[in-house]
């Protein structure tokens, strides 16, 4: 009868089969983190979206109930009773603005971004903002046109916005690696430019913007004009 010899013939692992194993294990941990890297990322960026949607539209409804959109927060020190609220009008377009998100009730920054708790900190996520003075200084009627020149292009340069659409509005997440990019690092009081597109390996900033044609409609449709 054939028996199984467990005594002198019984042996560990050696080293060498260990730093296999634990490659190996290596390999299937990285397989399975990576797929969950990229769904926690593509959770953020809808949920960036989604937020940039309601600013949209919180941005609308403070016009409907003002008359005009609100001026951007420019105050840095969280310890300041205005922080996070519109400054002005008229409002201090002669430097980079940041949503007034206090004045709207909304979040400070975007998923990627975190408060800030003394003035010398980054605002590393924070929604970036700038409104066309016309539609953010006075009362907006169905003569007042933009004055801003605010003009959105795609990665190749190429104009999003027109002559027609006229935006009046811009507020963009500067996304995950929490700095603006492309023609978003730029500020100019005159003659904005911004950048809107698809995500690329040197661009992942959100960017959403109001034109004139859908704020004049949603105010006439509610009997503003």
Known sequence: MYTLNMGAGKRGFTLVEMAIVLVVFGLIASLLITPLAMRAEASRRHAAEDTLNDITEALIGFALVHGRLPCPSVEANPASPSYGLEQGPPCPLSVPGYLPWRTLGLPAHDPWGNPRLSASQPWAGHWRYRPDKNFAEGTISLSTLPSGHIQIKDHDGSLVSTVDSRVVAVVFSTGPNRQADGLNTTYSPTSPQF????????????????????????LARVGHL
């Open 195 to 218: 950048e809107a597109g698809e995500p690329t390996p040197a661009f992942d900033d959100l960017l959403r913007w109001i034109s004139h044609p859908l704020l004049i409609a949603r």
